[in-house]
């Protein structure tokens, strides 16, 4: 195992402005702008079609999204807003960094 790496300023400043940042996308407004299904909100959340079903859901079957499924929507919408600036060298990484350490 290696030595973590320090942070300098600008890593320490990037992660004031992530903990700051107030991202989020509820799962109707994500519904309303991409042309998606209840199982792909599922995919991008990583959670159970049933549990998406419920955030559409009236009465006393619904259930409030999780702040972290409002940010992996956030980061979604994001992602598919800017896709084309996006260099595919980073998609690679970004996608690659499951099981990174």
């Not at 402005?17 to 299904?37: E, I, R």
């Not at 209840?38 to 998406?52: D, F, K, M, P, Y």
């Not at 419920?54 to 259930?63: A, D, E, L, P, T």
Request: aromatic share 10%; glycine share 2%; net charge positive.
């Amino acid at each position: 195992m290696t030595n973590p790496r320090p942070l300098q300023v600008r890593e320490q400043n990037l992660i004031d402005l992530y903990s700051h940042c107030q991202l989020g996308m509820t799962p109707k407004n994500f519904y309303a702008k991409w042309d998606v299904n209840h199982e792909a909100i599922a995919r991008i959340c990583s959670r159970s079609l049933s549990t998406v079903r419920r955030w559409f859901s009236k009465g006393r079957n619904y259930r409030s999204p999780m702040p972290s499924d409002l940010r992996h929507l956030a980061l979604m919408d994001f992602l598919l807003e800017h896709f084309e600036e996006i260099p595919e060298e980073f998609l690679k990484i970004l996608c690659s960094l499951t099981g990174h350490q």
